[in-house]
């Protein structure tokens, strides 16, 4: 695990909802979500060269989701439960790269020790509650992590993301209703890039658009633009401040995004025009946060912009050396982390 | 010793831990207005109040999904299954998040929660209410299962099991959460993985639990009528598993039956089986023997469920056959 820190807010954007950011917060922004890409490229290079196993889905496309959720909330008393498509919001929330991506090298100084690997990114003082890999089976779990904040009376929301593939099934359903009924803290966020690996929302789901299925369980819904980071992080600021404290009833948001690549590095997305793609990628996140600042006369030059790829190539780097060079897992962890205790004897060594 | 039903000893546990500790909750279908589907909750409600003892929809997956969210953000959750039927629909929650959530975070969470509800057989329910599913649990590295059979069992590994670190499956039977036996006021923990030996004797070992236990019993008292003295073992958890008391019995008799409800095919007594001859090869006597529920979808019909189920003749007659006495 990447050292335990307390995560900060001294280390987001400031937020100042309906007040155009400065050039520094646009900036700041920019650079979250530069460092997400940048990563994802990276772990897909590596993951053709062979050196990342199993599965690995990219998140180059969703940065402004990623981004927008964390820069909304308040890390030091919310709480992230996420899918797996899940190293953006690792990164998001404050994980070191390096860990990030020695997890995904399955590594001892990765996240979870070379435990968890791609679909499993936990960062439990950060408040990552972990990616988790079956459709739609992490979403009880952010209400379990919602209740607790009601019956600790404490005041933190919880964040759960899943896809737009998820919400035909049961855990979706029995969930948005339970924090309904007992009105806990919870944004349920579909990060709707329009495919379950290689089925379209049209083939799956009679209603496509995801936020009108909130009427179902009278809470709000509310689509947003995904690939904006600022409409994200505004709307999850509305969401938490809603649902935060006492009666605050849980908010269904529909964010509308992309991904470039694949369901997983072993998909070429056949299902799928080349056309549509590069359609998509005009509203890149990265473009549209640049068009912004262009229309608040705060426009971030090319230099500026080549500082920062200097800097997050950098990160990127480092964190491949640090992923390279790191130490493999001891074999006799396997026996570690199954039971509260090694020598639990529950726990079959021998049969 | 006050003389307690196996619904009471339960409910006591539960009133003893939720005072001890205000982190932990119960949570279920009719476990707070209705005080328990099979009144195991009765009054609870009442004294711990709503956020203590919550009635939940009829959402398996979702509520057992809830328990672990909430474990894993520092509560200790009790989720009542009304019977373990209708926990299949939540398999997912245990299987995939609850025993997976220590090893795939690489140790950063934990998750104390206790899974519980009836099992097993009862009067006439038919195929989908009728059936034993603690192998499914017991297969599962991260899970814990517990079988028990008596009052005082109920309670000592219920505390045990609400105080624990780690995912429990509290499997509880519907037929015996009226029967009574003597349990101790107040602090009663009794270990996961430490058997009970119901009953001495020196000509066959029968590893029987929770109901199957008074079956071995009852075959027992049959057999001494022939002469034949069978020691009772009843693991009361199955994972752990008190090995070493079945092995010591089995050096002492070189024989073993093992009785259990659920289907023959994979089920526990297999596992079991092959442990005891593995350990014990040079003790046996005898091939090591099952007693299992017919491999069958439980019939509805009086005479029908009856012949599906383990009873005292079948175990009697398998005793009789590792002792080549038939």
Redesign the interface.
């Known amino acids: 695990?990447a050292e335990a820190t307390t995560a900060t807010r001294s280390d987001a954007a400031p937020r100042a909802e309906g007040v155009a950011g400065g050039k520094q917060e646009l900036l700041d922004l920019y650079r979250r979500m530069l460092l997400v890409r940048r990563f994802e490229e990276a772990a897909g290079r590596v993951y053709t060269e062979g050196k990342i196993g199993g599965f690995c889905h990219l998140y180059i496309g969703q940065e402004a989701v990623g981004i927008g959720v964390y820069t909304g909330l308040d890390p030091r008393r919310d709480?992230l439960?996420n899918a797996y498509r899940d190293h953006g919001h690792a990164l998001a929330w404050g994980s070191s790269p390096d860990a990030v991506m020695a997890e995904l090298f399955g590594k001892a100084n990765?996240?979870?020790?070379?435990?968890?690997g791609s679909m499993?990114m936990?960062?439990?003082?950060r408040h990552n509650?972990?990616g988790?890999?079956?459709v739609g089976?992490?979403?009880?779990?952010?209400?379990?992590?919602?209740?607790?904040?009601?019956?600790?009376k404490k005041d933190g929301v919880v964040v759960c993301l899943f896809g737009e593939a998820a919400v035909n099934n049961?855990?979706f359903w029995?969930?948005l209703?339970?924090s309904a009924?007992?009105k806990l803290p919870v944004i349920f966020i579909c990060e709707n890039n329009r495919y379950g690996m290689g089925t379209s929302i049209e083939r799956s789901s009679a209603v496509t658009d995801v936020w009108r299925r909130a009427c179902a369980h009278d809470i709000r819904g509310e689509l947003v633009d995904g690939m904006d980071v600022l409409a994200m992080r505004d709307a999850v600021a509305r969401a938490a401040a809603e649902c935060r404290g006492e009666g605050g009833k849980p908010v269904l948001l529909e964010a509308r995004t992309y991904r470039y690549r694949g369901h997983s590095m072993a998909d070429p997305a056949t299902y799928r025009t080349r056309d549509e793609v590069e359609q998509q990628k005009k509203r890149d996140p990265l473009n549209v946060l640049l068009e912004h600042a262009r229309a608040r006369k705060l426009e971030i030059d090319q230099a500026e912009l080549e500082t920062l790829e200097g800097e997050i190539g950098k990160v990127v780097e480092q964190a491949l050396k640090a992923s390279e060079e790191g130490p493999n897992p001891d074999p006799s962890v396997i026996w570690?982390?199954?039971?509260?205790s090694p020598d639990?004897?529950?726990?079959?060594r021998d049969? | 010793m006050p003389i307690l039903s196996y619904r009471e000893a339960l409910n006591q546990a539960m009133r003893e831990e939720m005072a001890r500790d205000d982190r932990v909750?119960l949570l279920g279908e009719e476990v707070g207005q209705y005080n328990g589907a099979y009144k195991v909750s009765q009054g609870l409600l009442k004294e711990f109040g709503p956020?203590r003892v919550?009635d939940?929809?009829i959402?398996e997956?979702?509520?057992?999904?809830?328990?672990?969210?909430?474990?894993?953000?520092?509560?200790r959750?009790i989720i009542e299954f009304m019977t373990w039927n209708f926990a299949l629909?939540a398999y997912?929650?245990l299987v995939?998040?609850a025993a997976k959530m220590?090893?795939?975070?690489?140790?950063?969470?934990?998750c104390p929660i206790v899974f519980r509800g009836a099992q097993g057989a009862a009067h006439q329910l038919a195929s989908q209410h009728s059936q034993v599913f603690e192998n499914i649990y017991a297969y599962i590295?991260?899970?814990?299962v517990a079988v028990p059979a008596t009052p005082r069992d109920a309670k000592g590994l219920l505390k045990t099991a609400i105080r624990?670190?780690?995912p429990i499956v509290f499997m509880e039977s519907e037929v015996l959460y009226g029967s009574k036996g003597e349990v101790e006021e107040g602090e009663l923990l009794i270990p996961?993985?430490q058997a009970e030996v119901v009953r001495q004797g020196g000509d066959v070992t029968i590893v029987a639990w929770q109901k199957m236990r008074f079956v071995a019993t009852k075959a027992a008292e049959e057999l001494a009528k022939e002469g034949i003295e069978a020691t009772v073992i009843d693991p009361r958890t199955l994972?752990?598993?008190d090995l070493d008391a079945v092995l010591g019995s089995v050096a002492r008799t070189h024989r073993c039956v093992i009785v259990e409800e659920g289907w023959p095919w994979m089920g526990s007594g297999a596992?079991l089986a092959?442990?005891i001859q593995?350990h014990g090869f040079d003790d046996l006597d005898a091939p090591v023997l099952r007693v299992t529920g017919r491999d069958v979808p439980m019939p509805y019909a009086k005479p029908l469920e009856h012949t599906v189920l383990p009873t005292a003749e079948r175990v009697v007659e398998a005793c009789k056959n590792v002792l080549y006495r038939t």
């Open positions: 695990m709480y439960v990765g996240l979870a020790h070379g435990k968890g499993h936990f960062d439990a003082a509650f972990g988790y890999g079956i089976g992490q979403i009880p779990l952010a209400v379990g992590v919602g209740f607790a904040q009601r019956y600790q049961g855990a029995e969930s209703n339970m009924v007992w570690t982390d199954v039971y509260a639990d004897p529950a726990l079959h049969i | 909750f956020w919550v939940s929809p959402a997956l979702g509520f057992a999904g809830l328990g672990v969210g909430a474990a894993i953000a520092g509560l959750p629909l997912d929650q995939n998040n220590r090893s795939m975070s690489g140790g950063q969470l934990t590295p991260g899970l814990k624990d670190e780690d996961f993985g994972r752990p598993f596992q092959d442990s593995r």
